[in-house]
């Protein structure tokens, strides 16, 4: 039975002779080099492969491809892996290694910053990808994007044949191109300075179309005329755009920039919390009101706005709205509160507006949980041994569920130690301010520790009780974090209870 493409993994195979010649001779291969082919699907391109390099290593995600894949080559020095590549360790190579690929359309951006940015990147990398994407990965400055910034800092960017989409099979939608990159022999960014160079690129380029003095200020909180002091400083026109600045314009400003916070004449609009440290791994960020709200009340619906509001805070923490998984909740008579979710790269935002859930889990690294809150309490779990993250939303109704404790179970029954999984709890209305709208649990001990009858009903401490749901389960005190900010009184925050009930801020978790 012939084997059928799978639309899922974007699966476009190319047949043409001349063309898997051109693309196995532009990464000049030689006996002693060795190959990571991305995708081989058929394996096409990898007997042109074999047939002038040392080795190859074929990593593919399709298990019945790859389970058919050695039988073609026998005696061949290949080497088959039944794996995503984005979970591949490019360490199990010989340095100088060369990557050679029919890249699949949707994670290209994916595939490039993983090899650029490796321990131990590829020499030469050879792709035929989008020839939208190739134009843009070569672009000089004028027509920079993220994307260029992010391939040339790293390597020597060429483009190579157009390949037309007939010569596929299926025929994609648009034409392709090959792509040769080519390692500099020094990275134009020292690892020390990765992450605050592309905060701040991410951050210029986070308004389409708008002036650098505009979009810097929202991507980094500062006011304008900081910025244009900034700029000044770096010898930029305030009026500059983000695609016109070179890489060395780029790492002029970030000079300024740590030399002027260094000085403490960069003062920014953050909250304190903003960026939470629970884990050296996890990155865990809080939006504020003055990134607006998060929140689009009605169900499947996403207004153009607030979606701007949830990349635009993404961006300013160094996250991609299109890898996250935005979580919403739902209330009605109907509902559980309980529903746990496991989620991945396909869950995100770049496939599905939203996914419905009271807690979503994922072990995918890159892949970023967005929770939008006011007063209830958005809880993240991490265990870092099985490099599992849960990310949960305890309100009235869930905390009697309990889905915290649900949560935890699951953990640990799929391998995590109870004493080494990690929590933070988010801002939240404190008990002062949580009334419950129903509550028959009055007389149980366990809960009058957690909560007071006032007037207007009684009044429950989430985090409290939360809290000693994860001491229950065996977590270590230590490992435990609650955030002490109030919703209702904080002037950062939105409530549903007081002050600024408008809108909604938004916990984002992602596994680095």
């Not at 002091?229 to 070179?246: Q, V």
Request: glycine fraction near 6%; hydrophobic fraction near 40%.
């Amino acid at each position: 039975m012939a084997l059928q493409n799978k639309k899922s993994l974007g699966q476009h195979w190319l047949k043409d002779p001349d063309v898997l010649v051109d693309i196995a001779e532009a990464a000049e291969l030689n006996p002693d080099d060795t190959v990571l082919e991305i995708g081989p699907g058929l394996g096409t391109l990898t007997s042109r492969l074999l047939a002038r390099a040392g080795r190859v290593v074929a990593v593919e995600f399709d298990e019945g491809l790859a389970r058919k894949l050695p039988g073609q080559f026998p005696g061949k020095h290949l080497e088959v892996i039944n794996q995503d590549i984005l979970q591949f360790d490019t360490s199990s190579l010989p340095a100088g290694y060369k990557a050679v690929a029919n890249v699949p359309y949707y994670i290209t951006s994916k595939i490039i910053q993983l090899l650029s940015e490796s321990p131990n990147p590829p020499s030469v990398m050879v792709l035929l990808v989008q020839k939208e994407v190739a134009e843009r990965l070569a672009a000089e400055p004028g027509d920079y994007s993220v994307l260029a910034v992010a391939a040339q800092v790293y390597y020597h960017v060429e483009l190579g044949a157009v390949v037309p989409a007939e010569l596929f099979t299926p025929p994609p939608k648009v034409d392709s191109q090959v792509v040769v990159m080519r390692r500099r022999d020094t990275s134009r960014v020292s690892v020390a300075d990765r992450a605050a160079f592309f905060r701040l690129v991410k951050a210029g380029f986070s308004a389409k179309r708008k002036k650098l003095r505009s979009s810097l200020s929202g991507g980094l909180h500062l006011d304008k005329t900081v910025v244009e002091g900034l700029l000044t400083e770096a010898d930029i026109a305030p009026d500059a755009r983000a695609e016109d600045l070179s890489i060395d314009q780029w790492l002029t400003l970030l000079s300024k920039y740590d030399k002027m916070k260094r000085q403490g004449t960069i003062k920014t609009n953050m909250t304190p919390e903003r960026t939470i440290a629970i884990a050296p791994n996890l990155l865990l960020g809080l939006s504020s009101k003055a990134d607006g709200t998060m929140l689009d009340r009605a169900i499947g619906v996403h207004d153009g706005s607030i979606v701007s509001n949830r990349t635009t805070f993404c961006q300013s923490i160094g996250v991609d709205y299109g890898d996250t998984v935005y979580q919403r909740i739902v209330y009605g008579d109907n509902r559980t509160y309980d529903l746990i979710c496991e989620v991945d790269a396909g869950s995100t935002t770049k496939y599905t507006s939203e996914v419905v859930a009271d807690a979503l889990i994922t072990r995918t690294k890159g892949v970023a949980l967005m929770l939008p809150v006011a007063d209830c309490v958005a809880t993240v779990a991490y265990d870092p041994g099985t490099e599992t993250l849960a990310l949960l939303h305890l309100g009235r109704h869930s905390t009697l569920t309990p889905l915290l404790r649900r949560v935890l179970t699951k953990m640990v029954s799929e391998g995590a130690k109870a004493e080494d999984i990690i929590v933070w709890m988010s801002p939240n209305a404190h008990a002062s301010h949580y009334v419950m709208e129903y509550f028959d649990h009055a007389d149980d001990p366990v809960w009058q520790d957690f909560c007071v009858q006032e007037a207007d009903g009684y009044h429950l401490d989430l985090q409290g009780y939360n809290r000693h749901v994860c001491l229950n389960h065996g977590l270590n005190p230590d490992h435990i974090h609650t955030s002490p900010i109030n919703t209702v009184t904080s002037p950062n925050c939105f409530s549903h209870s007081a002050g600024d009930t408008s809108g909604r801020f938004a916990v984002v978790a992602m596994i680095q």
